[in-house]
Protein backbone atom coordinates (compact mmCIF):
# COMPACT_ATOMS: atom_id res chain seq x y z
CA UNK A 1 0.00 0.00 0.00
CA UNK A 2 1.69 3.22 -1.18
CA UNK A 3 1.33 6.40 0.82
CA UNK A 4 1.22 9.85 -0.07
CA UNK A 5 1.28 13.36 2.10
CA UNK A 6 -2.29 14.27 1.67
CA UNK A 7 -3.86 17.36 2.79
CA UNK A 8 -5.12 15.95 6.01
CA UNK A 9 -1.03 15.25 7.27
CA UNK A 10 0.50 18.28 5.81
CA UNK A 11 1.31 20.70 8.91
CA UNK A 12 1.54 23.94 6.97
CA UNK A 13 5.35 24.08 6.66
CA UNK A 14 6.40 23.37 3.37
CA UNK A 15 10.04 23.00 4.59
CA UNK A 16 8.61 20.26 7.18
CA UNK A 17 6.24 18.83 4.70
CA UNK A 18 8.51 18.73 2.10
CA UNK A 19 10.58 16.43 4.08
CA UNK A 20 8.35 14.20 5.32
CA UNK A 21 7.33 13.47 1.09
CA UNK A 22 10.95 12.68 1.13
CA UNK A 23 10.32 10.29 4.18
CA UNK A 24 7.46 8.75 2.26
CA UNK A 25 8.56 8.39 -1.20
CA UNK A 26 11.06 6.33 0.47
CA UNK A 27 8.52 4.35 2.59
CA UNK A 28 6.65 3.99 -1.12
CA UNK A 29 9.95 2.94 -3.09
CA UNK A 30 10.54 -0.09 -0.16
CA UNK A 31 7.13 -1.29 -0.58
CA UNK A 32 6.96 -1.82 -4.35
CA UNK A 33 10.53 -3.05 -4.31
CA UNK A 34 9.44 -5.28 -1.95
CA UNK A 35 6.01 -6.15 -4.02
CA UNK A 36 8.75 -6.76 -7.00
CA UNK A 37 10.56 -9.07 -5.26
CA UNK A 38 13.81 -6.53 -5.10
CA UNK A 39 13.21 -5.71 -1.56
CA UNK A 40 16.51 -6.78 0.23
CA UNK A 41 18.27 -4.30 -1.96
CA UNK A 42 16.10 -1.44 -1.41
CA UNK A 43 16.11 -2.13 2.20
CA UNK A 44 19.67 -1.02 2.88
CA UNK A 45 19.31 1.77 0.80
CA UNK A 46 16.08 2.78 3.06
CA UNK A 47 18.21 2.49 6.09
CA UNK A 48 20.98 4.41 4.65
CA UNK A 49 18.26 7.16 3.80
CA UNK A 50 16.84 6.71 7.66
CA UNK A 51 19.80 7.34 9.51
CA UNK A 52 20.97 10.66 7.44
CA UNK A 53 16.93 11.76 7.64
CA UNK A 54 16.42 11.59 11.26
CA UNK A 55 19.05 13.49 11.83
CA UNK A 56 18.47 16.46 9.55
CA UNK A 57 14.67 16.54 9.91
CA UNK A 58 14.65 16.13 13.75
CA UNK A 59 17.11 19.07 13.47
CA UNK A 60 15.25 21.16 11.12
CA UNK A 61 12.18 20.60 13.65
CA UNK A 62 14.42 21.67 16.37
CA UNK A 63 15.74 24.69 15.42
CA UNK A 64 12.02 25.91 13.76
CA UNK A 65 10.98 25.02 18.06
CA UNK A 66 13.87 26.99 19.43
CA UNK A 67 13.11 29.65 17.00
CA UNK A 68 9.38 30.44 18.04
CA UNK A 69 10.04 29.12 21.83
CA UNK A 70 7.54 26.42 21.48
CA UNK A 71 6.41 25.67 24.87
CA UNK A 72 6.87 21.35 23.84
CA UNK A 73 9.92 21.68 22.99
CA UNK A 74 11.76 18.90 25.05
CA UNK A 75 9.01 16.56 24.75
CA UNK A 76 8.92 16.62 21.24
CA UNK A 77 12.53 16.37 20.52
CA UNK A 78 13.02 13.41 23.58
CA UNK A 79 10.59 11.22 20.82
CA UNK A 80 12.62 12.05 18.05
CA UNK A 81 15.52 10.79 20.50
CA UNK A 82 13.67 7.78 20.83
CA UNK A 83 12.73 7.16 17.07
CA UNK A 84 16.62 8.01 16.20
CA UNK A 85 17.21 5.09 18.77
CA UNK A 86 14.29 3.03 17.15
CA UNK A 87 16.08 3.19 13.64
CA UNK A 88 19.77 2.52 14.84
CA UNK A 89 18.14 -0.64 16.48
CA UNK A 90 16.68 -1.89 13.48
CA UNK A 91 20.00 -0.80 11.42
CA UNK A 92 21.78 -2.90 14.04
CA UNK A 93 18.99 -5.76 13.91
CA UNK A 94 19.62 -6.10 9.99
CA UNK A 95 23.48 -6.04 10.02
CA UNK A 96 22.99 -8.98 12.00
CA UNK A 97 20.60 -10.76 10.93
CA UNK A 98 20.32 -9.39 7.02
CA UNK A 99 17.70 -8.23 4.72
CA UNK A 100 14.80 -10.48 5.45
CA UNK A 101 10.84 -10.46 4.39
CA UNK A 102 10.27 -10.17 7.93
CA UNK A 103 12.63 -7.65 8.44
CA UNK A 104 11.68 -5.53 5.65
CA UNK A 105 7.62 -5.58 6.73
CA UNK A 106 8.74 -4.87 9.92
CA UNK A 107 10.70 -1.66 8.72
CA UNK A 108 8.01 -0.24 6.68
CA UNK A 109 5.19 -0.86 9.48
CA UNK A 110 7.24 0.48 11.83
CA UNK A 111 8.33 3.34 10.01
CA UNK A 112 4.70 4.05 8.37
CA UNK A 113 2.81 3.78 11.78
CA UNK A 114 5.37 6.40 13.57
CA UNK A 115 5.54 8.90 10.57
CA UNK A 116 1.96 8.98 10.76
CA UNK A 117 1.39 9.13 14.24
CA UNK A 118 4.08 11.59 14.53
CA UNK A 119 2.51 13.84 12.32
CA UNK A 120 -0.78 13.95 13.48
CA UNK A 121 -0.08 13.84 17.42
CA UNK A 122 2.91 15.88 17.08
CA UNK A 123 3.94 18.08 14.36
CA UNK A 124 0.16 19.37 13.79
CA UNK A 125 0.22 20.30 17.52
CA UNK A 126 3.99 22.10 16.83
CA UNK A 127 2.60 23.58 13.37
CA UNK A 128 -0.16 25.00 14.68
CA UNK A 129 1.49 27.24 17.75
CA UNK A 130 4.18 28.69 15.41
CA UNK A 131 1.38 29.86 12.87
CA UNK A 132 1.35 33.18 13.10
CA UNK A 133 4.01 33.25 15.71
CA UNK A 134 6.50 36.01 15.68
CA UNK A 135 9.99 34.11 16.31
CA UNK A 136 12.15 34.83 19.24
CA UNK A 137 15.40 34.53 17.97
Do not use: C
Request: charged fraction near 30%; hydrophobic fraction near 35%.
Amino acid sequence: MDFALEQDLETGNAAIDTQHKQLIAMLNALHGAYQSGKGRQEVERTMEFLVVYTIKHFADEEKLQEKYDYPEYFAHKHLHAEFRELVQELAAKMSRDGPTDDFIREIYITISEWLFNHIKNEDFKMAEYIQGKTPTA
